[in-house]
């Protein structure tokens, strides 16, 4: 997936290994939708790596607009992150523009996955560790968001994208990815009492050994 690209130039991207007869199917029957629970495992690893190339290309694209934490902001963060999460992350308000979805999702469409979100519609993105937010932050929009920087910072963009585009295929729908049902769930648990204090990096850590993300 990369963002950036007229959406024309999609298929041209794929590698010549995976012109396959679904690909070429995909190109000359549109409405075609391929039952996911084929996707050969080449296919979702084209996607996969697709979704970390967007990833990484958007946390460049809004570098250079992008702060640190402000000192309220960080306070209020300090009981539940660590400091090297406090210290990389980064926060960028877009005024005036929102974020594009990824060209990708043009192919994942003819492929039959349903239920992507449309970015444009979310309050925030994050990539990595740069926080891109459609509005002003509030305390509960920076914690669930830094909660997907520890899910990123433990796991690294090629499993976070594995297991993004998994949540997918696997038939479920934006809020019923494991990696936003445990940022939600948190961010709860936060916004219900903020005195009782928890590590972040601990449940994100248990629940990954557990392999629920
Ligand atoms: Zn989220």
């Known amino acids: 997936m990369c963002g950036f690209l007229p959406k ?3 298929f041209s991207l794929l590698s010549c290994h995976l012109l396959s007869s679904s690909i070429t199917q ?3 029957y549109p409405n075609f939708s391929m039952d996911l629970k084929n996707l050969s495992p080449a296919m979702a690893s084209q996607l996969t790596s697709m979704v970390e190339d967007y ?11 992008a702060v640190p934490l402000a000192d309220a902001q960080r306070s209020a963060m300090q009981p539940f992150f660590s400091l090297a999460v406090l210290d990389s992350a980064r926060l960028c308000v877009l005024r005036g523009t929102r974020v594009s979805n990824p060209s990708m999702y043009t192919m994942a469409r003819m492929m039959g996955i349903r239920n992507l979100p449309d970015f444009a519609d979310m309050a925030a993105i994050t990539f990595v560790d740069m926080i891109v937010s459609h509005q002003e ?4 929009l920076i914690f669930h968001e830094l909660v997907h920087v ?3 910072s433990q796991m690294g963009v090629k499993e976070f994208a594995t297991r993004y585009v998994n949540g997918f295929i696997q038939g479920g ?7 936003e049902t445990h940022a939600y769930a948190l961010g709860d648990r936060f916004s219900q009492n903020a005195s009782q204090v928890f590590s972040v990096d601990d449940e994100v850590r248990q629940w990954r050994e557990a392999d629920k993300l």
């Open 8 to 10: 024309g130039l999609t």
């Open 150 to 152: 520890v899910q990123y």
């Open 173 to 179: 729908s934006y809020e019923q990815l494991p990696l």
């Open 26 to 28: 995909l190109i000359i």
């Open 55 to 65: 990833i990484t290309s958007s946390r460049k694209k809004y570098a250079p607009q």
């Open 137 to 140: 932050f509030t305390a509960a």
